[in-house]
């Protein structure tokens, strides 16, 4: 509300989305950018104090529980989806971060599990074109504006499946487990591939995901995960 004016439902929305992109921002600079103006060049140096992480979790934390009433495409799923992505972004393997904690791989496998069924959902509900900002579609139309989404949806899937993977890697390489059991990954992974494969136009609706996996008798429960 300004003064005794209550904002609008459409701007509430509109400064919600900035808010996480804001977030997202912020995080990409953190763990993804070149440090600038430092005698050292390497990356992992330079890792966010600890105080950094939970204060960019409780804002995040604090966003999804202010969402406001769904709008648009800022949806409850879009809500969901950019909030497990943003998870992921902060708590997986990243230059500044390259080899993160226990805790911080569990969420990261968590919430790429979580984002890739919000997609899954989102798929099934026709909504998936509505996930990524409307500013990719300005200029398009039809099909054009589909095929111009359903990318982004695409890179997102994929970077969530690699990190989802990753962790398992991480992890399993000190000796942690993150996962109830190689079904419950074998199963996300799953998800995963069959939402990629139905946007790519080769639905698998009803039926097997490809072979990516290779499980062997002779590896241990995670080691299967791996061979890509």
């Known amino acids: 509300m300004v003064g005794s004016t209550p904002v609008s439902p459409a701007k509430l929305t509109a400064i919600h989305h900035v808010r996480i992109r804001q977030l997202q921002s912020e995080i990409q600079e ?7 103006h430092s005698g050292s060049n390497d990356m ?3 890792t966010p104090p600890h105080d950094w992480f939970v204060s960019v979790r409780e ?3 604090a966003w999804r529980q202010q969402a406001p009433t769904p709008l648009g495409f800022c949806s409850t799923s879009w809500f969901d989806l950019n909030y497990h992505i943003t998870l992921t972004l902060l708590n997986r393997p990243s230059p500044r971060n390259p080899k993160p904690g226990k805790e911080s791989l569990r969420t990261t496998r968590q ?3 979580a984002a890739m069924r919000t997609y899954k959902e989102m798929l099934k509900t026709g909504r998936v074109n509505w996930s990524e900002s409307p500013a990719a579609l300005v200029g398009h139309s039809g099909a054009e504006a589909q095929i111009t989404t359903d990318w982004l949806a695409m890179y997102q899937l994929f970077i969530l499946g690699i990190a989802y993977l990753n962790s398992l890697w991480q992890a399993a390489e000190q000796g942690w487990t993150i996962v109830t059991s190689y079904v419950e990954a074998l199963l996300d992974v799953q998800v995963c591939t069959s939402v990629m494969s139905t946007l790519s136009g080769e639905s698998l609706i009803g039926q097997a995901a490809p072979p990516l996996i290779s ?3 002779h590896s241990g429960p995670h080691e299967s995960l791996f061979r890509l």
């Open 30 to 36: 953190k763990l993804y950018s070149p440090v600038q």
């Open 44 to 46: 992992a140096t330079h």
């Open 111 to 113: 919430a790429a599990s």
């Open 59 to 61: 804002r995040l934390t």
């Open 215 to 217: 499980p062997s008798h």
